[in-house]
């Protein structure tokens, strides 16, 4: 059977997974925000630049872009501890995800708003930040949500260059315990129980949001 | 600061990159072949009277949706040898891709349906269809055309997937770089080259599946 012991490990894993996805969605809104605005940017070689960045991040797997920063930190002279090239990866992947999905909200907030902030006066930077960005946060946030859960999902990769979280805590335990389905069980019961609620949450806000769009 | 980087000793192996290549493709392939077939079932099961099923369909895709790839091969590597069947990985895996992506086309494909008019039910019912012709050619192919977006990007993201198929040492591009990167220690250049490896195929993937729609959804709907 699978002891206290077994179980406080997996418990230390669960919270590096908390930690992971907590680094990676920080980031991603960080620089995320950033991707988006350099898309919708007026100018040409911004956006062709954020274009290209969500481009390679969503045509390419996250696994292997967690081992291109995991591996490729230290060829540049940099050899910071695991968690932070880890982090530094998901945050790249969540910002290109996360900069696309607020560049579709932007986008879709209609376009005289924009127009006329602009009648009134208000310069670029006050028509997005004042006008057009709180709009479209709030028609982003079950798109954002939805991919909060899969960030939490994403950060189990983390296990396949060695890193000791949830997942690999797992892969620990069911070697040294002989009881795979229990502990996979286990460990799938417990991203179950962060992310279910999640994708409930987006589900609900994504039927307010479609209720208050018919009107 | 000297970048010491050599992509020779990487790209000398190119036979083998360009058969990892293949397996990964074939691997995509089956995996999206088998969520279609699980996505359609399930919609179908959702739409009819049988109540246990409609609740096994949404549990499966609740469950599926909410838990790591990772975790949900590692499930079933796991567990299929403990009922006595013995797959290999890469058949594993096919199964693996295939019910993960199935859970995320049921949810894909019951949005389209659900935006069918139940008139175009009623009107083929009336024409003396079938229930089930009616299914397949008035619900399931105007849907499928409209959430035909949302399917190919779920199909290039299982893709992607494929990667993680690794794990169980099934055989397919990043098992193959690891075997490289194994043998040369040029670690970097391997993953470097397969992730622009990777971003080329799933370009294919999103020009083949274009051209196919242009095929396929090619009829008049006004």
Same mark, same amino acid.
């Given at each position: 059977?699978?002891?206290? $012991? %077994?179980?406080?490990?997996?418990g230390k894993g669960l919270l590096w997974t908390l930690a992971l996805t907590a680094m990676g969605f920080a980031g991603g809104i960080l620089f995320g925000f950033l991707v988006a605005l350099a898309r919708v940017s007026p100018i040409r070689w911004l956006s062709a630049l954020a274009r290209a960045w969500i481009a390679v991040f969503q045509g390419t797997p996250l696994l292997m872009q967690l081992f291109v920063v995991y591996f490729g930190l230290p060829l540049l002279g940099l050899n910071p501890p695991a968690w932070v090239a880890v982090a530094a990866a998901?945050?790249?992947?969540?910002?290109?995800?996360?900069?696309?999905?607020?560049?579709?909200?932007?986008?879709?907030?209609?376009?005289? $708003?924009? %127009?006329?902030?602009?009648?009134?006066?208000?310069?670029?930077r006050a028509r997005m930040m004042d006008v057009v960005v709180p709009q479209a946060l709030r028609l982003s946030l079950p798109?954002?949500?939805? +991919?909060?859960? $899969?960030?939490?999902?994403?950060?189990?990769?983390?296990?396949i260059v060695g890193f000791i979280e949830l997942a690999r805590a797992g892969q620990i335990v069911s070697n040294q315990t002989f009881k795979p389905l229990l502990v996979f069980g286990l460990v799938g019961l417990m991203y179950f129980m962060l992310c279910w609620p999640l994708s409930l949450w987006g589900k609900a806000m994504e039927r307010r949001l479609a209720i208050g769009q018919t009107r | 600061m000297a970048v010491n980087l050599d992509f020779g000793v990487v790209l000398e192996r190119w036979p083998e990159l360009a058969r990892g290549t293949l397996a990964t493709i074939g691997l995509a392939i089956a995996g999206m072949v088998l969520a279609m077939v699980i996505g359609v079932a399930g919609v179908a099961v959702l739409r009819s009277r049988s109540r246990v099923g409609r609740i096994v369909v949404r549990a499966f895709v609740e469950l599926i949706r909410n838990t790591p790839f990772l975790v949900q091969i590692f499930f079933i590597f796991f567990a299929l040898p403990l009922a006595g069947i013995r797959l290999s990985p890469t058949v594993t895996a096919i199964l693996a891709l295939g019910l993960n992506g199935g859970a995320y086309a049921i949810e894909i494909i019951r949005g389209g349906v659900e935006a069918i008019p139940p008139g175009q039910t009623e009107a083929g019912l009336a024409l003396g269809l079938q229930p089930g012709d009616v299914f397949r050619r008035i619900i399931l192919k105007p849907a499928l055309r409209s959430v035909y977006p949302s399917l190919v990007? $779920? +199909?290039?993201?299982?893709?992607?997937?494929?990667?993680?198929?690794?794990?169980?040492?099934?055989? %397919?591009?990043?098992?193959?770089?690891?075997?490289?990167?194994?043998?040369? /220690?040029?670690? /970097?250049?391997?993953? /470097?080259?397969?992730?622009?490896?990777?971003?080329?195929?799933?370009?294919?993937?999103m020009t083949l599946f274009a051209a196919l729609s242009r095929r396929v959804f090619a009829y008049p709907t006004r």
């Open positions: 059977m699978i002891g206290p $012991q %077994e179980l406080a490990f997996m998901l945050t790249a992947h969540a910002s290109a995800f996360l900069g696309e999905i607020w560049r579709g909200a932007i986008q879709s907030v209609p376009k005289g $708003q924009s %127009e006329a902030a602009h009648a009134l006066g208000l310069r670029y798109a954002t949500i939805g +991919f909060l859960v $899969q960030l939490i999902k994403g950060t189990s990769l983390a296990a | 990007s $779920q +199909f290039v993201m299982l893709t992607l997937t494929t990667s993680i198929a690794t794990s169980i040492s099934a055989y %397919e591009l990043t098992s193959v770089a690891q075997r490289i990167d194994g043998d040369t /220690f040029r670690t /970097f250049e391997v993953y /470097f080259t397969i992730t622009l490896i990777y971003l080329a195929v799933s370009w294919l993937m």
